[in-house]
């Protein structure tokens, strides 16, 4: 494990990567599902939770699977995705699947509700397929999003202006005008609105921001360089506030053209560790990754 460092102050950020028009929301591919999947196993080869990402990775799979079949309820999609990975999954998952499948609709639905906004049981007989539930939402409300048209984005919207969602990642492109341009990656229907750079999505605080990646301990960043000013950032970073004290994972394809906003979240969640023993809190929520209540 290496510590982080920052890499580059919030203040050494030009104003010039700051474009003029005010982007829109963008929907993601439609084999967004699969794609993730592709970059999770990617990521797995070598990484020290090998086995959670690929257990992440045929999850993604059978949500693609479901993301294109028809639409159905929070049960059905649970049943499908449930029978789907029954081989790959720990006993202890099944086991709470099947708990979760013999609520009544009503149960079911009032869980899914909390689950979307972050509120879930963090112990209890459900807790450990909880992920699994909110993969199924994950894949039914990107199904459903898709098919609606694209709201005009407030400024600073702090959850997703399509669905209501909690934001999962900050992602870092390349804007049509070939200006940096940053998005907040929705956690439910996985569409992306625009956000203005070097800004706290959780209070709205533009100073003070601090960015760590994991960097080796050798690491000797090099002199600015205002041509390339992105050369020195990491393609995984956290922006932690010094106002509010919550860090959200920021998600860079400018470094890695390959990146993606779940995967990559979920193959750095070391950097959360470290962020969360310097005092920041998560600000962005993975379906897939749902922490629950510290051992005593
Ligand atoms: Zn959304
Ligand atoms: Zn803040």
Redesign the pocket.
């Known amino acids: 494990m290496t510590p982080t460092q920052p890499l580059l102050p919030a203040e050494q950020i030009r104003a010039g990567d700051i474009p003029l028009m005010s982007p829109s929301v963008l929907r993601p591919p439609t084999d967004i599902f699969s794609r993730r999947a592709d970059r999770l196993l990617r990521l797995a080869d070598g990484h020290a939770m090998a086995d959670f990402l690929r257990l992440c990775a045929a999850i993604c799979q059978q949500q693609q699977a479901l993301h294109d079949a028809s639409r159905l309820d929070p049960r059905a999609a649970l049943e499908k995705l449930a029978q789907a990975l029954q081989p790959q999954l720990p006993a202890q998952v099944l086991a709470a699947s099947g708990a979760l499948l013999a609520l009544d609709a009503a149960a079911l639905s009032r869980l899914a509700e909390r689950l979307i906004n972050g509120d879930y049981p963090v112990d209890g007989p459900l807790f450990a397929a909880l992920p699994l539930l909110g993969a199924a939402l994950q894949a039914q409300a990107t199904r459903s999003i898709r098919q609606r048209p694209l709201p005009e984005p407030q400024s600073q919207d702090s959850r997703c202006p399509c669905c209501g969602g909690l934001p999962l990642a900050s992602l870092l492109l390349r804007g049509d005008s070939g200006h940096a341009q940053r998005y907040v990656v929705c956690s439910m229907c996985s569409h992306a609105w625009p956000l203005g750079r070097v800004r ?6 533009s100073r003070g921001l601090s960015y760590y990646s994991l960097a080796a301990l050798d690491h000797v960043p090099a002199p600015p360089d205002h041509q390339q000013p992105h050369r020195e950032r990491g393609a995984r970073e956290v922006e932690a ?1 010094g ?4 860090a959200l994972k920021q998600i860079s394809q400018l470094q890695d053209a390959d990146a993606e906003a779940c995967a990559d979240d979920l193959a750095s969640l070391a950097l959360d560790l470290l962020a969360g023993e310097a005092g920041f809190g998560r600000i962005g929520f993975n379906p897939l990754f749902l922490p629950g209540r510290e051992p005593a």
């Open positions: 706290c999505l959780s209070c709205g605080n506030c106002e509010c004290h919550g």
